[in-house]
């Protein structure tokens, strides 16, 4: 008899939501796809070509969704908005959830998913953080481990985005929660993972420029930012989240020990030519997040499979999930009040009170 | 109703039919592995436990396995000195076939299956060369075709292997045909690939040593080997093979042209991270060519099989394949007579006279 | 006749000192070194063998030297505790002065020197930032001005030392003025350079740790630091300095527009040689700045000689010097502090009020 | 009293000589120039104004100027035509000599340089690769004598000059030698350097291709070539020149042992400056060979004066560069034949027959 395979449910199927119902199509071969929602008449259309023929029943009700027989577990790749409320319905049918980046940008809904996994422990919740499941990170961060840079004490961490001229941006930034929210909390997670979860603020500081898309400040966003992250342990993490390069995707992480040092991505490539002509030697980047990272959301649905059919720990903490929002929108308030904030050895926010 | 996927039988489960087996098992949408075939017990053995389970049937006979209901096609990845024989049967019982390279070290015996593919125009028939279906070359391969580089005139290829102390590559050396039919074929491949395909031979000249492995010379091969192929129409190729690298695998092409040029893998990479230490700033290198060219083998599986339920052609000619080794041979010849070997402008050997 | 050579006197023959004084010795065609001086004996004696043979007057006395009939120009290459009163000094005997950097480790000192160059407008009167006369930096800084990368938003800059457990660093910051003022300053300089030297600090934060040399702490100084300098015109500096690099000297800038980015050293090297073995390929870096920036220095004193010879303008602005110093200072009290800085947008403080 | 200094003349002064004596007149500390010689009105105008101010005594006759007082040497940098008979006359006079590569294109007036260098024992007689100078070789050099790399044994390198569309090297062609004697005659030389000078060929083997200059055929000429020679101590070196690069200079040598490989200038640059834009990153490339061996030049002259004060070997044996070119001669001959060469193990020439 064949091995059971993980029936899975796929939620959401704009952008990021078809890449992972494809994935767990195609892609995992311990998980089948069987269901998914998509409350936009278009992305039903679509999935009436890609995933119905392939035995995917397709939902425009999230809830009735998650009532079909079988299932183990949903993908959640909805809007953000709806993340929340969808993680907690799904463990209240007792299904497995892997969540797409953030759980919510509202630190008090995040915290929700969060104590709504406390009560179903037997389920696995993932919020899932792309880089956690990258060769390149994993190899650093084996090497870190094994002692190749003595204690890691500084980490320089940077999602710099391709610039879209289409004006994207300016909307997407009226929920996105900020860049620091939204690109650098990538970055913060990290800095979790390689200086280790517990982790305490000391101070933060940032500042922002609006150098190409002055209509950002209408959501008090930017399109340029820097961040430093003082922590309580000896260590600082500093950030830079962009929307403006010219070549591409560059997503570049150096953590820098007492003996030595790693990069990740410091120069980024397509693939592996390069093209000489009259005025150099030139290889091009990847435009997108998917060009660096497709491998990465692929290991991540096998890896999320494979702890649900085995029941093994999911590779990275829910909570975690929630303090790397918590860091960035503390970020994204120093950047949009010009002001550093401060916190005690426990974590306490001292100054300047928040609102 | 779902879309009909292709049934594919897979010959051969040693170190790259494993490889071609999962890939169609788990990496090929549109394929479903649905038998097996080993002589090999251990290879059997390691079938039940990976293969049996999802509904693929095995067998230790590969003319049973052929006669099985509904197979569209089979993928051969045993020995080479079977390739040919097998591949023919197939096409004989109507079923598609993706057959390692070589398909036989022996021009004749490649021959035999062009021929036999000939009898059966309704078939795809591809001999898989992974380069071909590598991102970077075909990338190398579009500028090229855009104009990029001018016209393409020389091309300096090499495949080299990690040094392997364990002796495997001796006792292999005395049916692989010697390096220039092995690890070449790959080099000139992308040279008929890259300067097309009707180029003729106008004079061939190689030169070899056993600088690691001199037990190499008991079957005529050497572990470094250089060569040139001076082509009729005013372009080059050289080469260089080895099995001597202390790094790990360096497969590296350069296509010159007239007003540019294209690099592929001039600075190989594991993947994205360098390591800063006390003795400089290092970066690791695949130890072999699946750490390269893994990818490149799941989309030459995918692309198969596309050909094969889309009726169109396969994107590269059988008779290539051939060529390929024909060169190959005429390398290794050179190698190891010391003599170049001229052509006349048809391509018939003038000297020295072949024996 | 032979042209004539501008006559120049060394003061100070330390580590740099030695270097300015062989370099107009040797390396500066139309320079001649004819005198120099250092208060320690054992410098002397060094002289003794390296300049006097080659018709140098050597001097235990400063103020003895710059008497000296014929003299056109010093070097000043002493502490940084007497640069500026050696340098006013100088000036007032009517001598053009180049001097190495800082002037001073104080403001207000840095300030005299600026107010007796203005008293004495026909003498050329440069303190010396290295790496504006690298060729690098400058082939950058010419991209940037035809336009390459659109409006320069971003600097993120980086002056990392070789870890040097010889303790020297400690002794070091008890008159360096901090990493700030000692490392940084040519990165804020950079700073001043592509992005006008009229920008004005908005706000300046800095934090720092003490990984590998906690004595740092007694002079108020730190082995790595971060800090971000916001200015008033929509663009923001961030740099790193660190003096536990395991690898070597890395001075790494990136400048980034709002159409392009330029990098400068993002992947330092000693030279072109890469190393293969079984643990990957390895490239050197320089163990100090001298290794980076040696050809810069001679194009420095090059550069000075000829402004003095031709009386045409510094390459750059002495009040940058000094505007470069308050900058530093300012991170550097931000740094001590935990406090960020506010200025208005006419450079005036803010807050925290100065003690 | 100071230091005597080694007086030198200059003959020629055309591109490489103008070099040659301006590095003399400025950047060896060591020497100075006195004199300088050309045939060419021209090249005097230029000395009137750049040599003659500073001392140094000009003339349109060689033999006169070999005859000035108190000449300790001689570099010639003239047309190739001329160097040996220049470099006999030098030692008639008892003068040390600096020639530019090669001494001459015929192997038996090189030999006549060598003889009369045996005459004159106490002279330093040198002829400059300026590769064997460079920073970069020299550490890989040093690496590989440290056995870095275990035994080498594979040499590739490449000599591609920038493609030039003037004309100038078909005119160029026709006394140059072809380009294996004119420019692979520096990897023949890194051969000797890196293999040891006693390796004797085996066989040799060349091809070409005129791609963008088909009048260098006039010449027996060639744009693209390249070769192969193989030793008897079971090592093997392959050249590739070409004058049709796009980019720039590009000289590129890998030296490939039992143990690892080490590369030079793999990744040609201009400078440290990496160029972020729309169509991707791009470096710049030295359009010609002095962007990239300035540095060498100024350590041959210097080094050369070091032999000739101190009376220390010049490092080069003066055989070497005729053995160097030799093997240049016989890879064009072979080039131009189409035939491959062969040598018994003591050198002698088998096949084919000498002309």
Known sequence: MAPRKMQIAAAGLGRMGKRHAINFLNRVPRAELVAAFSP???ELQWAKQHLEPYGVTLYDNYDKMIEQKGLDAVVIGTATSVHAEEAVKAMEKNLHVLCEKPLSTSIAVCQEVVDAAKKHPSL?????????????????????????????VILRSQTCDKHDPSGFFVEYAAWSGGVF???????????????GDDVTPK????YGITAVQPDLRKYNDYDNAVG????????IAHYYCSRMMAHGQEDVTEIIGT???????????????NYYHAGGITREVPPHYW????QAFVK?????????LDDTPVPMKLKNAVKAVQIGAWLQEALVSGKQLRFDDIGRRIEPAKL
């Open 291 to 294: 060009g660096r990272f497709e």
């Open 40 to 42: 936009d008449p278009e």
């Open 228 to 235: 430093i992250v003082e922590f309580h342990n000896g260590k």
């Open 259 to 273: 003996e030595g040092k790693l990069s990740v991505n410091l120069n980024p490539q397509s693939n592996l030519v």
């Open 300 to 308: 991540e649905a096998n890896e999320f499979t494979d702890c649900v």
């Open 124 to 152: 696995k919740v993932m919020c899932g953080f792309s880089r956690r499941f990258d060769d390149s990170y994993r190899d650093a961060y084996n090497k870190m481990e094994q002692g190749a840079i003595g204690r890691p």
């Open 181 to 195: 929210v939204d690109m650098a909390v990538h970055d913060i997670d990290l800095t979790l993972w390689f200086f």
């Open 203 to 206: 101070s933060i500081s940032a």
